[in-house]
């Protein structure tokens, strides 16, 4: 499979709108430090798309049919892009968590065929088993499992930590990629979101390579976080972008 990054960002985007601090300032400087709130693609062996949150206009990005669109939850920056997306010419079923449920796309749905699911729940797209799993969040909120073949992976945003029970099935799974919640930058402590660190060292136990990802403009500036975790993580640990792929 391939995981496509079409945002990175959290709520507000990189740059934020008039912002005026480093890592904004960064992002108006070099074009791959902006980030668009968080939505992702995974591309299954068969070529076939999973759209996982739609926190941004996927239309100009990823204009394929798709096998299914899931979300971690309805916090706005996962969903944003989903009012537009709801016209698409193709029925096209999403799978969420029912709490906190958009009430414009569950009275007007358009061509999106909502399906509430909850952790624990196992659905099977195109050649991919998905497993939702119990994040730790301020709504109800999904990460995934995606396993493809011997291959697995894990999508853990939002969340601030993980269960020990979640922790200890995904280090059986010995995941290849675990793409984690790092919002703030080290050393903040915020009661919804993981830091750099936090997120960091729990990938680490979990899986052979960890991505940050929904990161917020209150992070560090990308070059400097990019520079943060190669040092002290000897390369296991990178930072998402916009437009990165990763072949599992
Ligand atoms: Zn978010
Ligand atoms: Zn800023
Ligand atoms: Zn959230």
Redesign the pocket.
Known sequence: MIVYFLGTGGSEG???HL?T?P??EEARKFGFAQRKPSTLAIITKNNKAVLIDVGTDIRDLLHVPLEAILLTHWHHDHIYGLYKLRWTARKTKLYAPREHADQLIITDPKNIEVHFIRAGDELILDSLRVTALRLNHQIETLGYLIEEDDKAIALLYDTKNLSQKTLKMLKEKKLRLAIMDATYAPGVNDPYHNNVDESAQMGIKIAERVLLSHIS?KNLPFLQLAEYVRQKYDGKVLVAYDGMIFYV
């Open positions: 990189i740059p934020a912002c601090c890592t904004c403009h």
